[in-house]
């Protein structure tokens, strides 16, 4: 937990809403507005909440996949929001990135062998031998038989396709991968294989991960530290053992309480939420959670709440503390 | 858990359903028996695959080609609706038996607002006029929870949100008093803390009404809060079948434990999560004899040889497996008040 | 790639499609053996007399003309005008054999050329978006408004009559088609995991927009390329017909119907006398396009639920 190696600073994405005929901007989505945290290396910083909260956003937007509006993505001492496209080319490497639908990330006309040797070759790494080679090691390594790489990503299933995206992922020798709900779209049977791979790897290769979901079991066993977002912003943020024993912003406690537990006598204080997730084009005025908040206060509806740190290492954005 | 007294709603005898592809045929149930009583919630729980959501479409005749259910019984009230004519199962959908989907989106009509799916159910079973059935739709809004519903009944489905729309499904499922509810992963599409909404909903409507319900899902947490009892499904067919606290605490299939202890969960600290190896079969190429044998660490010779039975090995508690012993032992040793299950 | 052979075989209409192409291939591989060229350019079709008005199939050679040939040294190996003779005394027969090895040319150089064009242009213009986007589409959708014929006919009155300049004319104003309908794939396909993939490992543009889209793409431009095979030559002929085109007694389909467009209707009394100026042309024109059109059909049944399933 010593040194950070990615920091993102008031990193802001919004998407412009065009209409009319001359597709005039008539105003904006804040998908992500105002987002601050550190990833610190050899971490699993877990990153969750619900549709349209901006967590795929931040990650792509991290990755410069999107372009960022504004904001920082500091990177061994670089911007990487500001340096050029080519600039970012290189850092790719060490920033890479797993996909959720393991049945449209993986080109369909190409052999896995290609599919995976695609970075090295895109940065001129080791001659083409070599590149199979490293290819066959990482099939090895992430559980399919090396034999397999001639074959077409339609002979897999989904599990054995994410594993094959996620030797894509490590051929470059990343030091940050996100993984974006990249257990989402599997059996259940299989969820644990490749949860358990992304563990089993971070040991061997030293990786950091930006793992994001909306699974909150599968996030509270991977992750070291626990980062919720609501319509575009940081809500709480904090180690796990500190988060789920003492969840403090309304909406992560409402969060964690809606979890169905595999346990029939489980009983908890249930936290219903009134009303659906207001539209990340048109957020309510102060804090954002304020219309379907529990605990609200007259304070809520006109002042936004910044991030504080409450206690050691766990910030919690809500007027209550 | 109430089974005794109950009246019997519904009960499955030998469902196969079989898919003619030309690439073969798809057994996609294969020998399926089971019962859901008045009043109760019945989950059919597996993942992809297994049929769940193939025998749920079988009972009600909504099979699409090459799909074809080529044997077994479903006795609702007495009769075989297997045996019914379209025309028949018409009465009977919407108004005793309704069904509701995964996605609102696609099973609400978007040309017609959501008022008038409601009344048409309505008018069509009850024979209501439209004033009588209006109200009656206002008012079933207003039960699922939807706000100023006199204005909402005159919206589209585009124009609401994914838990609106689902609410909408719901009162639409329940506009004819249905005896017997089936609902094919009715929250999977939806954000947790509006899941969370519709459970809630869907258990206090389901008291109300005193409805039955068959839960089909994959997702464990969620068959624990609603299901009263549970049958669990692998390859097209069942492999447990029992009430829900016997399934938590003590399964006897190598699949049902391999389950528990492969989910995550929030309920305790898992140290190491456990995984089923291998992958769900390709329903083209079952298996021989046992269809879980090649995922399965108890698997013997005898299982590669020969499919087990489902028998009832305790008081109603069925499973189909050859070392069920074996498991027993197994989750006992995983002391499951703190592994499989903690109690609070 | 065998699914895709074994259901072009086994579907009849594509099945005849196919044999019409191959007897067409056969055509114009074998056409110096069935009609055996009389000068040394093989696209100059021999006169069977200087009637200027079209005679029958059957015709014999007239003797004056067979004087002048042998006495300019070259080997008379048929003398019979099978098909009949077009205005001017010109072989018919002679002149659609050759024609057929002329239509291939048209219709692949054509349609290769614009292809290519069109899918540059398309495939740049849905890759980047934005203004280039616009400003491609415009120019398409200026392309797109001009009447072809009008402007094909313009273009060549100003480069001159010929064959190649026909061809530059269906080039110029034929990529639009194609430009769009990959702009409109890759639209699509760009949006795919696949590709956001691509760029995250760091692969440059052009590498993405040539190895993973275009590949996933591509088919269905190809299929309609193969169907143009046929219309380009159709409307090569037409500009032929009107006067524009190949010039005079070149071996092509067009100018063969040109030349009887004189001779349509026949002499008052004798309607369809010559029948034979327009039907042998117009048979070969017409089949020509049904086998490309019957092979493109069967092609685009094949693809399109298989781009939905696997690959």
Not at chain 2, 64 to 85: I, M, N, W
């Amino acid at each position: 937990m010593s040194n950070r190696l990615v920091s993102v600073k008031h990193l802001v994405k919004y998407f412009p809403i065009k209409k009319g005929v001359f597709r005039n901007t008539v105003g904006w989505v804040q998908a992500v507005d105002d987002v601050s945290f550190d990833i610190y290396s050899g971490e699993t910083l877990g990153l969750v909440g619900e549709s349209g909260c901006g967590k795929s956003t931040t990650a792509l937007t991290i990755l410069r996949l999107e372009e960022p509006t504004s904001g920082e993505i500091i990177f061994q001492g670089k911007n990487l929001a500001k340096i050029s496209k080519n600039q970012m080319r290189k850092y790719r490497k060490d920033l890479q990135v797993i996909f959720q639908d393991p049945y449209s990330s993986l080109d369909p006309r190409m052999k896995i062998k290609n599919i995976i040797a695609e970075g090295l070759a895109a940065h001129y790494m080791l001659n083409t031998k070599k590149r199979y080679q490293k290819v066959a090691e990482l099939l090895e390594r992430v559980g399919i038989v090396p034999d397999y790489m001639e074959r077409f990503p339609h002979e897999f299933s989904g599990g054995q396709r994410q594993r094959i995206g996620i030797a894509r992922a490590l051929a470059l020798d990343p030091k940050m991968i996100i993984c974006d709900e990249a257990v989402s779209a599997l059996d259940v049977s299989i969820r644990s294989q490749i949860i358990n791979l992304f563990k089993d790897l971070q040991k061997e290769f030293h990786l950091t991960y930006l793992f994001i979901a909306h699974d909150l079991s599968v996030i509270k066993y991977i992750s070291d530290r626990v980062a919720v977002m609501y319509l575009g912003k940081i809500v709480e943020i904090a180690p796990k053992d500190v988060f789920f024993r003492k969840t403090l912003h309304p909406y992560a406690q409402a969060l964690v309480s809606a979890v169905p537990v595999p346990n029939p006598d489980y009983k908890k204080k249930r936290i219903i939420l009134q009303g659906d997730v207001p539209s990340p084009a048109n957020p309510p005025k102060g804090c954002r959670f304020h219309p379907r908040c529990f605990k609200k206060m007259d304070i809520c509806s006109n002042k936004e709440p910044g991030l504080k740190e409450i206690e050691k290492d766990h910030h919690v954005a809500c007027h209550l503390y | 858990m109430v089974i005794n007294n109950q009246q019997k709603i519904l009960e499955v005898k030998d469902l196969k359903t079989y898919f003619f592809t030309e690439n073969g045929i798809v057994k996609a149930v294969d020998g399926v028996d089971f019962e859901v009583y008045q009043g109760e919630t019945l989950g059919l729980v597996g993942e992809s695959g297994c049929g769940k959501s193939v025998t749920a479409f079988s009972i009600v005749k909504l099979l699409d080609y090459p799909g074809k259910t080529v044997d077994g019984q479903a006795f609702f009230k007495g009769e075989d609706l297997l045996k019914k004519s379209e025309k028949e199962m018409r009465k009977i959908r919407g108004k005793e038996i309704s069904m509701i989907f995964q996605e609102p989106m696609t099973s609400l009509n978007p040309v017609f607002t959501i008022g008038f799916q409601i009344t048409e159910a309505l008018e069509v079973h009850y024979k209501m006029n439209k004033i009588k059935a209006r109200e009656r739709a206002i008012r079933l809004l207003e039960k699922v929870g939807i706000p100023i519903p006199g204005q909402r009944i005159n919206e589209y489905s585009h124009q609401l949100s994914g838990g609106m729309r689902q609410r909408a499904m719901i009162a639409m499922a329940l506009a004819c008093d249905p005896v017997l509810l089936i609902a094919d992963e009715p929250t999977t599409s939806l954000d947790v803390t509006i899941q969370a909404q519709i459970l809630e909903l869907m258990k206090s409507l389901l008291k109300q009404f005193n409805s039955s319900l068959i839960m089909i899902t994959h997702d464990l947490g969620v068959i624990a809060e609603i299901a009263d009892r549970i049958a669990v499904m692998y390859a097209g067919k069942i492999v447990e079948y029992t009430d829900t606290r016997s399934i938590f605490y003590s399964p006897l299939h190598p699949y049902t434990f391999g389950l528990l202890t492969s989910i995550p969960r929030l309920d305790m600290e898992i140290e190491k999560l456990e995984s089923i190896p291998g992958a769900v079969p390709d329903p083209l190429h079952f298996p021989e004899g046992c269809k879980f044998h090649p995922r399965c660490t108890f698997a013997t010779e005898k299982c590669r040889k020969q499919e087990p039975v489902l028998m009832e090995v305790e008081e109603k508690h069925l499973v189909r497996c050859w070392h069920f012993e074996k498991v027993k032992q197994e989750a006992r040793k995983i002391a499951f008040t703190g592994r499989l299950t903690a109690g609070e | 790639m065998n699914r895709i052979i074994k259901k072009l075989l086994s579907n009849t209409t594509s099945l005849i499609g196919l044999i019409l192409l191959f007897v067409f291939i056969l055509i114009a591989v074998f056409a110096p053996t069935i009609a055996p060229p009389l000068f040394p350019d093989p696209y100059q079709v021999p006169r069977m007399s200087w009637d200027v008005e079209p005679q029958p199939p059957g015709f014999p050679m007239a003797d004056d003309m067979r004087f002048i040939y042998e006495s300019l040294g070259k080997p008379i190996t048929r003398d019979k005008a099978i098909f009949g003779t077009a205005q001017g005394g010109y072989d018919i027969f002679y002149g659609l054999i050759w024609g057929t090895r002329t239509a291939f040319y048209i219709g692949i150089v054509t349609v290769t050329l614009s292809m290519l064009i069109g899918i540059v242009l398309g495939s740049i213009a849905a890759y980047f978006g934005g203004w280039l986007d616009e400003f491609l589409m415009r120019i398409t959708d200026i392309f797109l408004s001009i009447p072809f014929l009008v402007a094909a006919m313009v273009l060549t009155t100003i480069l001159g009559r010929g064959l190649d300049k026909v061809m530059i004319a269906l080039v110029f104003f034929g990529w639009m088609g194609y430009a769009r309908v990959i702009r409109g794939s890759i639209l699509c396909a760009k949006e795919d995991a696949y590709v956001m993939a691509a760029r995250a490992l760091g692969v440059k543009d052009f590498n993405i927009i040539t190895r993973h889209l275009l590949p996933n793409t591509i088919f269905p431009v190809l299929v309609q390329a193969s169907m143009n095979i046929g219309s380009m030559v159709i409307t090569a002929a037409a500009l032929s017909f009107l006067g524009v085109g190949a010039p005079m007694g070149y071996a092509d389909w067009g100018q063969m119907v040109s030349f009887a467009r004189n001779w349509i209707i026949g002499s008052p009394g004798k309607a369809g006398e010559y029948w034979y100026a327009v039907f042998f042309p117009g048979v070969f024109i017409v089949l020509f396009v049904l086998a490309w059109n019957l092979v493109g059909d069967t092609m685009r049944d094949i693809l399109d639920p298989r781009l939905r399933g696997e690959l």
